[in-house]
């Protein structure tokens, strides 16, 4: 859950008047997860990180966002995506 109180930083990371989440977050989100389904794995670089758009955070003063990362694994690689629970 993304909210005022689970990322209290993400305040002063805004664009017009919402919260927003920076890349720089999603891209963590993204090690932690690839690491999390191979233990022992240490995530050297990330690959073709693409920004397809900004993910804003209206309800972030109040009951906040639930996100989901979806990830593929393809040999050594796993590829994670960023959406909302309702796909978008």
Same mark, same amino acid.
């Given at each position: *859950? !993304?909210? %005022?109180?689970?990322?209290? @930083?993400? +305040?002063?990371? %805004? $664009?017009?008047?919402?919260?927003? /989440?920076? /890349?720089?977050?999603?891209?963590?989100? @993204?090690?932690?997860?690839?690491?999390?389904?191979?233990? #022992?794995?240490?995530?050297? &670089?990330?690959? +073709? *990180? &693409?920004? /397809?758009?900004?993910?804003? *955070?209206?309800? @972030?003063? #109040?009951?906040?966002?639930?996100?989901?990362?979806?990830?593929? $694994?393809? #040999? +050594?690689? !796993?590829?994670?995506?960023?959406?909302?629970? +309702? #796909?978008?």
């Amino acid at each position: *859950l !993304v909210n %005022r109180k689970t990322y209290p @930083f993400l +305040d002063g990371h %805004r $664009i017009r008047e919402h919260a927003v /989440v920076p /890349v720089v977050m999603v891209n963590e989100w @993204f090690h932690r997860a690839a690491e999390s389904l191979r233990p #022992g794995m240490h995530v050297k &670089k990330c690959q +073709d *990180l &693409k920004v /397809v758009r900004g993910v804003p *955070l209206p309800a @972030f003063e #109040g009951e906040g966002h639930r996100l989901l990362i979806t990830t593929r $694994i393809s #040999g +050594d690689e !796993v590829q994670c995506e960023l959406r909302s629970p +309702d #796909g978008t």
